[in-house]
């Protein structure tokens, strides 16, 4: 398929371990965001990329949160010592250009336990 | 502080009849607004969007309206079909980008055959 294709689809991890989450967006998409949803609550950005640089990292909660994308293409998401409050879906997206809407994979289910 | 506001948790509509799904914001930079639809496990989907230029953009069965003296948005689906069940998220964005788009807690629609 062509769309944006996120791994896992499910991770469950203990608190205090490291979790790396990986995005392949669609292919010649310049631009990718990376969301999460917590329970009951709406998407939360998180962070985006207009190529391998990330201009805005305003949104990451804490300085466990980092993220990176190479070669223009595939961005990973790592949350170090996870923590519960860390569990959530984590979605990304990719757009065209940063004017063009954006499409999101099906996400990676984040549990701590 | 939630800048976009979907009050409503859940709606239920009888098949054939016409969902409103509302959303309010309170940031008034926001000049680009979507809708975008999300089915369970899967990432949410693109499905209407209209500028602030605009107070109405029409898809099909789908219409959204824009108020912005009272910020306030709404989607209208007419008719109402059982496979529109699903979660829709309002979003907005400021200065026509999509950098960081802000997205509401959702509203569940479920249209009853």
């Known amino acids: 398929g062509a769309g944006v294709s996120q791994s896992p689809s499910n991770k469950v991890t203990e608190k205090g371990k490291d979790v790396e989450l990986r995005c392949d967006p669609i292919s010649g998409h310049t631009a990718l965001y990376w969301y999460r949803q917590s329970l009951g609550q709406g998407l939360e950005f998180l962070i985006y990329f207009q190529g391998n640089s990330a201009p805005d990292k305003s949104g990451l909660p804490s300085d466990r949160f980092s993220a990176e994308r190479t070669g223009g293409s595939v961005s990973t998401l790592t949350i170090q010592r996870t923590q519960q409050e860390d569990s959530a879906v984590y979605l990304c997206?990719?757009?065209?250009?940063?004017?063009?809407?954006?499409?999101f994979g099906n996400g990676t289910r984040l549990t701590v336990t | 502080d939630q800048q976009v506001k979907q009050n409503s948790p859940s709606l239920s509509v009888q098949e054939g009849r016409i969902s409103i799904l509302n959303c309010d914001y309170t940031n008034s930079m926001f000049d680009y607004f979507l809708w975008y639809k999300k089915y369970p496990a899967e990432g949410p989907t693109f499905l209407i969007s209209i500028s602030s230029i605009k107070d109405k953009n029409e898809d099909g069965r789908f219409t959204v309206f824009l108020n912005k003296s009272a910020k306030h948005l709404s989607l209208h689906i007419v008719p109402s079909q059982p496979g529109d069940s699903a979660v829709y998220f309002c979003a907005a964005s400021e200065a026509g980008g999509y950098q960081k788009v802000t997205f509401g807690t959702g509203t569940k629609l479920q249209v009853i055959p």
């Open positions: 997206a990719s757009s065209f250009t940063l004017n063009s809407p954006l499409h």
